[in-house]
T-cell receptor
Framework: DTGVSQDPRHKITKRGQNVTFRCDPI?????LYWYRQTLGQGPEFLTY????????KSRLLSDRFSAERPKGSFSTLEIQRTEQGDSAMYLC?????????????FGPGTRLTVL | TQLLEQSPQFLSIQEGENLTVYCNSS?????LQWYRQEPGEGPVLLVT???GGEVKKLKRLTFQFGDARKDSSLHITAAQPGDTGLYLC???????????WGAGTKLIIKP
């Protein structure tokens, strides 16, 4: 079990550019989540997948954000026309999808800095 | 509105002291999880509590879930510099995929 991995760990980009992040969940986990976290705050939910289906999107996820999980395994999060306010840590988590006590396991995150 | 209130928001103490941090809500949770996060890393799960009144121990860390499953506490005995980090609680509601997160308690243990 290699845990949840994310790539890249750090991304610096200029305002207006597009960026894409990748998340590889724990292999037997069918749920995958994306969060955004700013300094000193808890994670804010963005979206989640049950296998390949994207079942919920937060109001935080503007039209510039899109997430995919094409084969129910890895996922990508793309941000188009980045803005300085997009600077944050983007966290991915996965879980088995158990009712009642479904533990989410987090990756190390991708730190995005928009200049 | 923060559905899970964590207190204190910040705590700085000397090595060897004891401390307790709290996670409170007016809502009932089917389970509650505690995570520790270090700068630049993702949260790492410490424990999941499921039953009202449950107490779990992890070395010097003691976690308790309230009888009504609305609140939880984390007690650290003889804190060490390695305990430094952001402690987050997150609650799971029945039939809901989404964890409800507290804003965290930033803990600094000074040598």
């Amino acid at each position: 079990d290699t845990g949840v991995s994310q790539d890249p760990r750090h991304k610096i980009t200029k305002r207006g550019q597009n960026v894409t992040f990748r998340c590889d969940p724990i292999s037997e986990h069918n749920r995958l989540y994306w969060y955004r976290q700013t300094l000193g705050q808890g994670p804010e939910f963005l979206t989640y997948f049950q296998n390949e289906a994207q079942l919920e999107k937060s109001r935080l996820l503007s039209d510039r954000f899109s997430a995919e999980r094409p084969k129910g395994s890895f996922s990508t999060l793309e941000i188009q026309r980045t803005e300085q306010g997009d600077s944050a840590m983007y966290l991915c988590a996965s879980s088995r999808g158990l009712a009642g006590a479904d533990t989410q396991y987090f990756g190390p995150g991708t730190r995005l800095t928009v200049l | 509105t923060q559905l899970l209130e964590q207190s204190p928001q910040f705590l700085s103490i000397q090595e060897g002291e004891n401390l307790t941090v709290y996670c409170n809500s007016s809502s009932v949770f089917s389970s509650l999880q505690w995570y520790r996060q270090e700068p630049g890393e993702g949260p790492v799960l410490l424990v999941t509590v499921v039953t009202g009144g449950e107490v779990k121990k992890l070395k010097r860390l003691t976690f308790q879930f309230g009888d009504a499953r609305k609140d939880s506490s984390l007690h650290i005995t003889a804190a060490q510099p390695g305990d430094t980090g952001l402690y987050l609680c997150a609650g799971d509601r029945d039939s809901n995929y989404q964890l409800i997160w507290g804003a965290g308690t930033k803990l600094i243990i000074k040598p």
